[in-house]
C-alpha cells in the first residue's frame, strides 16, 4: 500500500487510525483490529524507513497497538487494570470505543469551524452614541415667537380652505381651551415630538381655533418646547 500523506496532516495517533478506518473502507462500528493495526505500524515503518521524523505520541500508540497484538495472538482474554494514559489500548473494545469516540469528537470540530466561518461573514457594533456627529441644534434657542406661530397657523388654515370642499355640513361641537391642552399633553405623551401642523385632526373652524389658543397657553405657561430647524420650516412640539 503506498502512503502518500505526511505524517504531519495527522493531529495525533487516533486521527491517522480514523484515516486507515475510513482508507480501507471499513465500518468504524465494525472494525477489523487486525488490520488496522497492522496498516498502523506499516504506516509508522514507512515513514522511519524514509527518515521522517515521527512524533513520540505516535510511536507510543505504536507500542500499545503491538502489546495488543501480541495478546490477541496468545487469546489472552484477562484484562489486568493497568495505568492507563492517553494512548494505552487495553483491548479490541477499547481500541474501537477510541476511534469512535474520536471520529464524533472530529465532526464536532469540523461543524463548529464551519459555523465559525460563517459567523465571520457578519460584523455586528455594539450601539453607540451619534450625537458626536450632530452638526445643528435642534434646541429651543428662543428664537421661535409668537409671530411665528401665529403666522404658521394662518399658512397651515389657508391650505385647509384651498382644501375644502364646495358643499360641506357642519355640526356643532363643544370643546374648551382647557379639553384641548388636556388632549394635547396625552398625546405628546406618546409620541414625544409632534409636528404642530398634526395637531389640527379636524379641520373645523372651532377645532382649529381652540387647538391653537390650546398650544398659545401651554406655551404661555412653558409646557412646551418649541423647535424650527430654519426660518419657515415647520415647527416641531415637545412636552418641557
Known amino acids: 500500500m503506498d502512503y502518500l500523506i505526511d ?9 491517522l487510525l480514523l484515516h486507515l478506518v475510513k482508507s480501507t473502507e471499513m465500518d468504524i462500528y465494525e472494525i477489523n483490529t487486525s488490520v488496522i493495526i497492522e ?8 515513514m522511519q524507513d524514509l527518515n521522517i521524523d515521527v512524533a513520540s505520541e505516535f510511536l507510543v500508540m505504536a507500542s500499545s497497538l503491538v502489546h495488543l497484538k501480541s495478546k490477541m495472538l496468545i487469546g489472552e482474554t484477562d484484562e489486568k ?3 492507563e494514559n492517553e494512548f494505552e489500548i487495553t483491548s479490541e473494545e477499547d481500541l474501537k470505543n477510541k476511534i469512535i469516540e474520536y471520529e464524533k469528537y472530529k465532526t464536532i470540530t469540523e461543524t463548529f469551524k464551519e459555523l465559525e466561518e460563517k459567523r465571520s461573514e457578519f460584523y455586528t457594533k455594539s450601539p453607540s452614541s451619534l450625537k458626536e456627529y450632530q452638526e445643528i441644534d435642534f434646541s429651543n434657542d428662543g428664537s421661535i415667537t409668537l409671530d411665528d406661530l401665529i403666522k404658521a397657523f394662518l399658512d397651515y388654515q389657508e ?3 384651498l382644501k375644502k370642499p364646495l358643499h360641506t355640513k357642519i355640526t356643532k361641537k363643544e370643546l374648551s381651551v382647557e379639553e384641548r391642552m388636556v388632549s394635547i399633553k396625552e398625546r405628546l405623551t406618546q409620541e414625544k415630538r409632534v409636528d404642530f401642523f398634526d395637531l389640527f385632526e379636524e379641520k373645523t373652524k372651532e377645532y ?6 390650546a398650544v398659545l397657553e401651554m406655551n404661555k405657561n412653558d409646557e412646551l418646547y418649541l423647535t424650527q430647524e430654519r426660518n419657515f420650516d415647520r415647527i416641531f412640539i415637545e412636552s418641557r
Not at 7 to 15: A, S
Not at 208 to 213: A, D
Request: glycine share 4%.
Open 159 to 161: 391650505r385647509i380652505n
Open 208 to 213: 382649529l381655533i381652540v387647538t391653537f389658543l
Open 81 to 83: 487494570k493497568e495505568e
Open 39 to 46: 496498516e498502523y505500524l506499516n504506516y509508522i515503518n514507512k
Open 7 to 15: 505524517i504531519n496532516n495527522f493531529h495525533g495517533p487516533l486521527d
